[in-house]
């Protein structure tokens, strides 16, 4: 959002440490939320990592990233801006994919060294899991109630 400030201040409405740690949060919500669907899929797609995180993150795109554009928020996706700021927030994605699967790729590493290390892992995954699954609820939420009527209101 910075930089598309820095080409087009007349866009720019101001950053705040509230706005900023509000999107940092919502982040690691839908971070934590779409692992899910990495847990799911990932024996699926490439066996190295880089490969696989950047197919993930191209998946998390196309069912993620296309409803938001398409539902245009505050009106700010169309104009000049446009470009930028789409290959900006479409690379959030890619690298959002490579991160999850590098870390889960080095997770696998840690455990495979000693195996008592496993009930770290299902320790993690059950603490994280009823957050994930409240993230992924509010996220089908906003897609099915906020975003398809704000697609539907813009065609």
């Known amino acids: 959002m910075k930089i598309i400030a820095v080409f087009y201040p007349q866009l720019a409405s101001g950053f705040t440490f509230q706005g900023t740690l509000a999107l940092v949060l919502v982040g690691i919500g839908f971070s934590l939320a779409t692992s ?3 847990v ?4 699926y ?6 490969r ?3 197919l993930y993150g191209l998946i998390n795109l196309l ?9 245009n928020p505050n009106h700010e996706l169309f104009g000049s801006q446009a470009p930028l700021g789409i290959s900006l927030f479409s690379l959030v994605f890619l690298a959002g994919g490579l991160l999850l699967a590098m870390f889960i790729h080095f997770i696998a590493l840690w455990v495979e060294q000693a195996n ?9 995954f059950a603490l994280l899991l009823i957050p994930a699954i409240v993230m992924s609820g509010g996220i089908i939420y906003e897609i099915f109630f906020e975003l398809i009527p704000a697609i539907k209101s813009n065609f």
């Not at 799911?40 to 024996?43: A, C, K, V, W």
């Not at 990233?65 to 539902?71: K, N, R």
């Not at 008592?116 to 993690?124: G, H, I, P, Q």
């Open 36 to 38: 899910i669907l990495y």
């Open 40 to 43: 799911g899929i990932h024996r």
């Open 45 to 50: 797609l490439p066996s190295e990592w880089v």
């Open 52 to 54: 696989k995180g950047l």
């Open 63 to 71: 069912i993620f990233g296309s409803p938001f554009f398409l539902s």
């Open 116 to 124: 008592s290390r496993r009930k770290y892992t299902f320790m993690a």
